[in-house]
Each structure stands twice: as C-alpha cells, then as structure tokens.
C-alpha cells in the first residue's frame, strides 16, 4: 500500500484472509481482525460506495462479503453491514464457537454483556445476569469470543439510523448458538 492509496474493503479482506491463514487463536485473530476494521472504519464514504442507501431509512442488513476458503471454527467467514433502526434491540445471544467483530460506522450502539450466575454467587437458581455495558460509536470497534453472550441497543437517538459493520469468524448461520431471556432465565436455539 503506498501513502497515496486509502485503506479500502478489499484490502481489509486481504488483510483478514492473511489473519486466518497465520494466526490459529480465536482470540488473537479477533483481535487482528478488530484493529483493521478500525482503520477500515476511518475510511470516509467506502460503506456508502457498496450500499445503495436512501437518504433515510433503508433499515435491514446486507452481506458484503463471503469468504468460504477460510473462517473460524469453520470456513466461511462473513463481512456484513446492518442499517439499525432507532431503537433496534435483540435479546442476549452467544456466537456459539464463532467469534465475532462489530464497528461502529456511523451512529451508536450499546453493547451489554451478561452471563450466567449460579447458587454461590447470590441467585437461588442459575440466572442470566448484566455484567456490563459500554457504547460504541463512530469508528468504534469491539469483539466478542466464543461464548461470550452480548445484546446490542440503537441508541443514536429517535430519528437516527446507526450503520454498524459487523465480521462474523463463521456466518452464523451455520453456527448452533442460543439467545437468553433474563426474565425468565429461559434459552432458546436461535433460528438458523
Ligand atoms: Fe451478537
């Protein structure tokens, strides 16, 4: 890369594949992986270059690039983006043995982390618990390792659109993982 020419989406591909072609540890690669979303991140425009976004709106997600030579646990590592809605949440889930890195574009996401509590540790029955939050936004990068069990909230306001890029280490779709009801301290397998 000279000095002239930007970071861009398909040179972070290469420096991804290079990730899982050298490095073996799940937590090293997602690491790897996290500090060239950043710098991918600060890169003015190259989202907008690859989505045809309206103005507003547009929520929903859309892959943009599948990489099935190679992955964690399995091959097929998955670059994706998801336009979230004001407000948008989900319910505790893991990743199941897939790691996975989340960025903030443009916008702001809280991440909650939980995990479970058992008799010893103040609960009567096991019970999934909040263990700690922190906000991502422009430029922001984080990751979460095999079982590790997060929720994310759009917290940009009541009229913004948070754009968050996301990397999983195996398309999840692949993965068996399972989401949490703190209510009730139910799991459930999450839809393929
Ligand atoms: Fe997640």
Sequence with gaps: MTQTTAYSMDAFIDDVKDIFANISDPKAQAEAVADHLKDLLAVPGWLEERLDLPEEGGYGRMDLHLEEDSGHP????????????????????????????YGVYDGAIEQTKWRWFFPGEGVKEAS???????????????????????????????????????????????ITRYQYNPLDNSMRVMDR
């Design 74 to 101: 399995g091959p097929g590592w998955l670059l994706m983006c998801s336009v979230q809605r004001p407000g948008q949440d989900n319910l505790p889930h893991d990743h199941g043995a897939a790691w996975v890195v």
């Design 128 to 174: 999934i618990k909040e263990t700690g939050r922190f906000t991502q936004r422009d430029g922001s990068v984080a990751y979460f390792l095999p079982g590790e069990i997060h929720n994310t909230r759009n917290v940009i306001g009541t009229e913004g659109r948070s754009l968050v890029v996301r990397l999983e280490s195996q398309k999840l779709d692949r």
